[in-house]
């Protein structure tokens, strides 16, 4: 099994990236053949400064080998190491219809927002089409939000199927039945579901880099310290009971805690007796125990640019060998490939 995610290198990850993601993709390397990107190319529909992509790109992905991505079981590259997926975009985008593009979410957000969106905005869902076709992936993890993208590749690879493959059958678009299934694989979104669904930020609201207010993975220690120790509470005193639900600590807690721990932490707050403080320390001891180790790694991994640059290298040769006979089949197919015969 083929699995293959993209991430986007903005800003620095952060506990709601960690638990709704960036924690998923580690193990997954475990279950099947995984190949994790850096969408740079993406990136470009929002950063303008060449320094800081480059610079963000490589962050990121030192942030996933810190947390544990092993690049001996999983590839991991950056996307725009990889030529072909500008090509396959073009063949892919030369057939799909505007309408499918117009109704894309982040799309349509923008233009209601009254911001000009670039055809790169447009466009965007096509090479993430491309991103994914690629490689013949079969499993893509991804977030609530990317479930449409999913469906328009699922949507551009039968057209391309339907278009290029005698005999392709786009009622069968899977090829179950007719045994031909294309030479563009369809492929599935995976959706972590449960309680990483929405990890809250300090304030309360969905943890997020557009609000604020992230607890990063990698800050240093006193600033990741201040932003724990920070967290929003109410002004119940000690002694009285608390609703676990009034702040983000106890939701914040769940994440780390054993079951055990939590449901102790769940009665403490209800009966009272002690303080947020106590609460936010224990949330910033877990935090360091469960994160410790990656940071300690972050740091390394830093003092080393080339050992990075060697990861990227293998792993965008190792994709390139992956894509190439897909795109083989593809520019025969459209009728750009070398003809023998
Ligand atoms: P941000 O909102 O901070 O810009 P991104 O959109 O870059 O975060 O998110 C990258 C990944 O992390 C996505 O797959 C998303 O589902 C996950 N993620 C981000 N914030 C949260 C959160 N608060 N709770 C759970 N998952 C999250
Ligand atoms: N659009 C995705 C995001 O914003 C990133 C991405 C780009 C991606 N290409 C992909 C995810 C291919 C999965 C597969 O999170």
Do not use: C
Request: charged share 25%; hydrophobic share 40%; net charge neutral.
């Amino acid at each position: 099994m083929r699995i293959l995610s993209g991430v986007q290198p903005s800003g620095r990850p952060h506990l709601g990236n960690f638990f709704g993601a960036m924690r998923q993709f580690v193990s997954l390397q475990n279950e099947g053949e995984a190949l994790y990107f850096i969408a740079d190319l993406h990136a470009l529909t929002s950063v303008r400064d060449g320094r800081e992509l480059s610079q963000s790109s490589r962050d990121v992905a030192l942030d996933y080998l810190a947390l544990g991505l092993d690049p001996k079981k999983a590839v991991l590259f950056l996307q725009s190491a990889v030529p072909e997926v500008t090509e396959l975009f073009w063949y892919l985008t030369a057939l799909t219809p505007m309408g499918l593009l117009e109704r894309g979410h982040s799309y349509k957000d923008k233009v209601a927002r009254g911001i000009a969106a670039d055809a790169g905005l447009f466009t965007y869902p096509v090479l993430m089409a491309a991103d994914i076709l690629l490689y013949g992936s079969d499993l893509v993890p991804v977030g609530k939000d990317q479930v449409q993208h999913l469906e328009m590749t699922r949507d551009i690879a039968v057209k391309f199927n339907a278009a290029f493959v005698p005999g392709y059958d786009p009622a069968d678009p899977e090829g179950a039945k007719s045994g031909k299934p294309g030479i563009l694989k369809l492929p599935k979104a995976y959706v972590q579901e449960g309680a990483a669904a929405s990890v809250p930020g300090v304030d309360g609201q969905k943890m997020s880099k557009s609000y604020g207010n992230t607890i990063e993975l990698v800050a240093d220690d006193a600033a990741t310290k201040k932003r724990i120790m920070g967290i929003k509470s109410d002004s119940t005193p000690m002694e009285s009971p608390k609703d676990p639900e009034s702040t983000p600590i106890f939701a914040l807690l769940s994440l780390f805690a054993s079951d055990t721990e939590r449901a102790e932490i769940e009665e403490s707050f209800r009966t009272g007796g002690k303080g947020y403080g106590h609460y936010k320390q224990r949330l910033h001891e877990l935090f360091m125990e469960t994160l410790g180790p990656a940071r300690e790694r972050r740091r390394r991994l830093t003092e080393d640019p080339a050992y990075l640059d060697d990861v990227l290298a293998a792993g965008a040769k190792k994709a390139r060998e992956i894509a190439a006979p897909v795109m083989d089949a593809v520019r025969h197919a459209v009728g750009t490939g070398r003809r023998t015969g």
